[in-house]
């Protein structure tokens, strides 16, 4: 097959929406590939991007954005200039990871363009021309069906870290005819119960979705208070950057409309129990972000007891999957079973320093 494929640089991201939702029509894609989420995304990071083009026929069948990072690790031995998928590697961008990365690319060809795509990346002057010699390809928080399917001939494949990953099975409650709660083992079953009886003393137990654009985003800024607040002892909160801030207002204004972001209240009568940031795509909710109250009481567990409450909420409405996203909590693993995990991925070209890296890794069993 024969692919054209170019690189230019993004001037103006919203000349790519329509090209770009067209082909996520015709690829195995999911939210954090979706122009809802690249969208937002070019227009909040302050740093050069570049767009790879992969034509077919007069049909663009691959798409992938690109930009560079120095990285230096090993104590200081090893220096790479890196090339990376769909993020920038700095402490800012790092609050807007996108997990599940990959190649937008149609699924009909998909082999072929991303084999293509490898040789063109390698290959062809435009790129060093853009970017300068690079040493390493970098895609984070990879897909499983990425992680799978993608590697370029002529690179090393290194599996950088596998990213635990929770979610629920909503197709399989119904399946059974259960309620949610009725899955969980009996020790979280307790304290979601007990907590419930609890809180129900203040006044009635009630979920409450944002009903309009306004109100979602009001409830996505004092869910911002809640989260300072929680974390100000730890690293901080993300909300105390004004691109996190500022993308996920964007994200919302451009998710709304689609009816792919939900904001969710959970309260005891007057009192504010927990609130629910998430994503909705097709039959899958993806959980993003939570501020909850907290009491002095500790059989109040005001994030199971928000949790339960959504969850079972999509059991009733028809959705498949509840997904808890990347990395390990005690809550994650009580509240679902573990899915297959994102795994981050690094692409070597066969230099010398690279191979004697991995061999000093190997001899003194570091990962």
């Given amino acids: 097959m024969n692919f054209e494929l170019t690189i230019t640089p993004i001037d103006e991201p919203d000349s790519l929406e329509q090209e770009w939702r067209q082909l996520e029509k015709r690829a195995a894609s999911n939210f954090m590939l979706s122009w809802t989420w690249i969208g937002p995304w070019l227009k909040a990071v302050d740093c050069p991007r570049y767009l790879v083009r992969g034509v077919q026929a007069g049909e663009t069948v691959l798409l992938v954005i690109l930009s560079a990072n120095q990285e230096v690790r090993s104590k200081g031995l090893i220096k790479s200039k890196q090339l990376i998928f769909h993020r920038t590697k700095d402490a800012i961008s790092d609050s807007m990871t996108p997990e599940y990365n990959g190649v937008l690319v149609d699924i009909a060809v998909a082999e072929e363009a991303i ?151 959970v309260t005891a009568g007057d009192t504010h129990i927990g609130t629910l940031y998430n994503f909705i795509l097709g039959g899958e909710v993806l959980f993003y972000l939570s501020a909850l109250t907290f009491e002095d009481n500790p059989k109040l567990k005001p994030g199971l007891v928000t949790h339960a409450m959504c969850i079972q909420s999509h059991v009733d409405t028809g959705k498949s999957l509840y997904n808890f996203l990347a990395g390990y909590n005690r809550y994650k693993a009580s509240l679902g079973t573990e899915l297959p995990p994102l795994i981050s991925l690094r692409f070597s070209k066969p230099k010398l320093k690279f191979k004697l890296e991995a061999l000093a890794k190997k001899l003194l069993h570091i990962e």
């Fill in 115 to 265: 084999e293509a795509l490898g040789n063109f990346i390698q290959t062809d002057p435009e790129i060093e021309a853009t970017f300068g010699p690079w040493e390493e390809l970098l895609m984070l928080y990879a897909s499983p069906k990425a992680a799978k399917e993608i590697s370029f001939k002529g690179l090393t494949r290194t599996k950088l870290q596998q990213h635990p990953t929770f979610g629920v099975d909503l197709d399989a409650i119904r399946a059974k005819g259960l309620s949610y709660i009725e899955i969980l083992s009996k020790n979280t079953r307790s304290q979601i119960r007990k907590s419930q009886r609890l809180y129900q003393e203040w006044g009635e137990l009630s979920l409450k979705r944002a009903s309009s654009l306004d109100e979602a985003l009001s409830w996505w800024h004092e869910a911002g208070d809640l989260h300072r607040a929680r974390w100000a002892d730890h690293d901080g909160s993300n909300y105390d950057l004004p691109v996190f801030v500022d993308f996920h207002e964007a994200l919302i204004k451009e998710a709304w409309p689609r009816g792919e972001v939900e904001l969710v209240n």
